[in-house]
């Protein structure tokens, strides 16, 4: 095989620093036009959520990149400018779309799902359709299928799933690098298969080495390093065979061509347009950011207010697989001493149960909003409606009506905090007004309920909303609740 000319390494040299410069800017282009989502991503990755996988995606998109350039054809240099135009273009208007009617659509459950990620996702694959092609860009097809890791709510369901033993999280997790591996090396289905399979080896025996040296060790780093040692291992195995059969063979060897969009200068020009636009998008609300500015509790015990009797309190720690260690979630159920006429016809006692979640990690409220906690199968919710509450507290009044029994519920939910620990309270009355009457529970059920978010996201939201507006115990609740507040603040404590 012949040496390639001076001149030869010199038109390469040039043919590549193009379309390294356009990465560039589709990079610095992305980062600008999501620069929320990503103060948002490393937030949360601060409060050592699950969301540090997310530093997993770039790292195994690079391994599928480097092994799909070095095998894949990269066929006749075909100039379709508008089939280029039109496709990129579309898949910037649905980025567009996500990011400003579906992200504040779901701000609710703006951290559980991160649907500015998936704009973001949509929004470098139209633009690497309008600067470098349709063809090039599906020429790397399974490198964005890995890039499609950054959404999530898969991951959080993996998780949660997966949560509670740190080895079984991890063998999850190889699967991500086994498929970058099988990617990287698939120039054949049966080498992809190999190197998917020798990858998993890999990352299996890195996962025992860590159990073994550092079994007390951060989560995360289950997630992090089987992972990254399942892609690199089925890679570089791979590529060490191929050295072996073929010495002269090098992945960057081949002749590069230059991009098939020539000139990129209008191009680039339309998408910092669209880039500036959406970098003025805001991002919804984050829990954990704001709750330094609520109510500080004087009073860290949790009594009924006079008039109202304990009945019963039971309390778990099941929840701190979601919001971090030591947090715990206690439910006491009230009763009236006494019957009112304002709260029953027959002046029969009401009873009420109150949920208290305790965490030291904020935001993770955010991304597993208590509701999330209940069985959602067959339920519908009211828009959250503002209550102010006695001593400037905030709270949100939610109706809650279950389709499988026929009752509604009432739901009164606020927070406050000590020496960075928040609580979240949550009243909930049922207008079942008889002492055998249910009330939802709250219990491992979060994977489930993200199955059902998945849904919402397909058929949209209206299919769990309720539009009747009637919160039925809602003064029940609120001279409840301030009765109980006005004996738990300190004085002069204000918003």
């Known amino acids: 095989m012949a040496e390639p000319t001076t001149v030869e390494r010199g038109r390469d040299r040039g043919r590549l620093i193009r379309p390294v410069l356009?990465?560039?800017?589709?990079?610095?282009?992305?980062?600008?036009?999501?620069?929320g989502a990503w103060r948002t991503v490393l937030l949360e990755a601060s409060a050592h959520t699950e969301i540090v996988y997310i530093y997993l995606v770039p790292l195994l998109m690079l391994i599928a990149f480097v092994g799909v350039t070095a095998y894949a054809d990269p066929g006749?240099?075909?100039?379709?400018?508008?089939?280029?135009?039109?496709?990129?273009?579309?898949?910037?208007?649905?980025?567009?779309?996500?990011?400003?009617?579906?992200?504040?659509?779901?701000?609710?459950?703006?951290?559980?799902?991160?649907l500015d990620l998936l704009a973001a996702w949509l929004?470098?694959?139209?633009?690497s359709v309008l600067l470098f092609g349709t063809r090039p860009t599906a020429r790397y097809r399974w490198v964005w299928v890995v890039a499609l890791g950054i959404f999530p709510l898969p991951n959080r369901v993996l998780a949660i799933t997966f949560g509670a033993s740190s080895v079984a999280l991890g063998a999850a997790y190889i699967g991500f690098g086994m498929l970058a591996a099988a990617v990287a090396t698939g120039s054949t289905r049966r080498r992809a298969f190999l190197g998917a399979a020798v990858g998993g080896i890999g990352g299996l025996i890195a996962l025992a080495v860590l159990a073994l040296l550092a079994p007390g060790a951060d989560q995360h780093l289950y997630v992090l390093i089987p992972a990254t040692a399942a892609a690199l291992t089925g890679s570089l195995v791979l590529y060490a065979e191929r050295r072996r059969r073929s010495p002269d063979w090098h992945p960057l060897a081949r002749t590069v061509r230059a991009p098939t969009v020539p000139n990129g200068l209008k191009t680039a020009a339309v998408i910092s347009v669209v880039a500036a636009g959406l970098a003025f998008v805001p991002t919804p609300t984050v829990t954990g950011e704001t709750y330094r500015g609520?109510?500080?509790?004087?009073?860290?015990?949790l009594e009924p207010p006079a008039g109202w009797n304990r009945l019963g309190e039971t309390s778990t720690d099941w929840v701190s697989q979601y919001y971090g260690p030591g947090a715990t979630l206690t439910r006491q159920t009230w009763r009236q001493a006494q019957g009112d006429l304002r709260w029953d016809p027959l002046q029969r006692p009401r009873t009420i149960v109150v949920d208290t979640l305790r965490t030291r990690r904020p935001i993770t409220l955010g991304v597993y909003p208590l509701l999330l906690l209940y069985e959602a199968n067959g339920s519908r919710f009211s828009y959250p409606a503002d209550a102010l509450l006695d001593g400037g507290v905030l709270g949100a009044k939610t109706n809650i009506v279950d389709d499988r029994?026929?009752?509604?519920?009432?739901?009164?939910?606020?927070?406050?905090h000590w020496d960075g620990t928040v609580e979240s309270v949550s009243m909930i009355a049922v207008d079942d007004h008889r002492e055998s009457a249910t009330f939802p529970l709250a219990r491992p059920t979060a994977a489930k309920n993200l199955g059902t978010l998945a849904s919402v996201l397909l058929r949209g939201n209206l299919v769990i909303r309720d539009f009747s507006g009637e919160l039925k115990d809602d003064e029940l609740l609120t001279l409840t609740a301030n009765r109980m507040i006005a004996a738990r603040l300190r004085p002069g404590a204000s918003a």
Request: proline share 5%; charged share 15%; hydrophobic share 55%.
């Open 294 to 301: 609520a109510v500080t509790v004087a009073d860290r015990t």
């Open 22 to 35: 356009r990465w560039v800017f589709l990079l610095v282009a992305t980062a600008v036009a999501f620069h």
């Open 76 to 114: 006749p240099p075909i100039k379709d400018r508008q089939t280029d135009l039109i496709v990129g273009t579309v898949v910037l208007i649905l980025a567009v779309g996500f990011q400003v009617m579906l992200v504040p659509r779901f701000s609710p459950v703006y951290l559980t799902l991160h």
């Open 123 to 127: 929004f470098l694959l139209g633009c």
């Open 405 to 416: 029994t026929r009752v509604s519920y009432t739901r009164l939910s606020w927070q406050w």
